[in-house]
């Protein structure tokens, strides 16, 4: 796999972290923050949903007075 040097280090945070315990909660989860930047990562380099476009239904004016026009993506 790619990028083992990452996993490698996220199953360590996950090692630590877990330890001797048998349940974990959410509050839990934040505090690894390695694992979840590299989640993010992925995320962000391979999107769950791909290419979710929004178009402008209408001319949409904006407070500095600049428009987006209708049609726009």
């Known amino acids: 796999p790619g990028h083992q040097e990452h ?3 996220c199953r360590e945070e996950i090692q630590q972290f877990w330890g001797d315990r048998q349940n974990i909660t959410w509050e839990d989860l ?3 923050e390695y694992t979840f930047m590299c ?3 992925s995320m962000r ?3 769950p949903v791909p290419n ?3 178009c402008a239904e209408k001319d ?3 407070p500095d007075g600049r428009v987006i026009p209708k049609g726009v993506r």
């Open 7 to 9: 996993q490698d280090k």
């Open 30 to 32: 934040s505090k690894l």
């Open 39 to 41: 989640v993010k990562e």
């Open 45 to 47: 380099l391979y999107p």
């Open 52 to 54: 979710v476009s929004r």
């Open 60 to 62: 949409i004016t904006l």
